[in-house]
Every structure is written in C-alpha cells, then in structure tokens.
C-alpha cells in the first residue's frame, strides 16, 4: 500500500462482502480492522482474497 486511495480501495472490497459491516485500513500500519455485522460470519480466506482482489496486494490474517 502505497497511499491513502489504496486503504479505501481496500476498505470498499473488504465493505462489499455479505457480513461485512465496514472496514478501515490504516496505510502507515498495512493493517485493516474488520467489523462484521452482529451474527454474521464470513470466512478468513474470503477477507484475504477480497484484499488480494483489490489490486496489487498481498494479505494474511494478523497473529
């Protein structure tokens, strides 16, 4: 991630996704923050390939 626009490209894939409340990424970190809708469950694999998805990006599941 190279700037702002790339979090909220980011941020716009990970919001698409049937469960998803909203997302935010924060550029200077590479890190998103996931909240899903109350109930909801949406499988790791899913929010890795939606970032993926969104460009030229890489993603795992932070420890």
């Known amino acids: ?5 790339c979090g909220l490209l980011i941020d ?4 698409d996704l049937p469960g998803v409340r909203s997302a935010s990424t924060d550029t200077r970190t590479g890190r998103s923050i996931v909240r ?4 909801a469950h949406v499988d790791s694999a899913t ?5 993926e998805g969104a460009g030229d990006y890489t993603a795992r599941l932070a420890d």
Do not use: P
Not at 36 to 39: D, K, P
Not at 47 to 51: G, I, K, Q
């Open 1 to 5: 991630m190279h700037c702002t626009s």
């Open 36 to 39: 899903l809708e109350e109930g």
């Open 12 to 15: 716009d894939e990970l919001e």
């Open 47 to 51: 929010l890795v390939a939606a970032v």
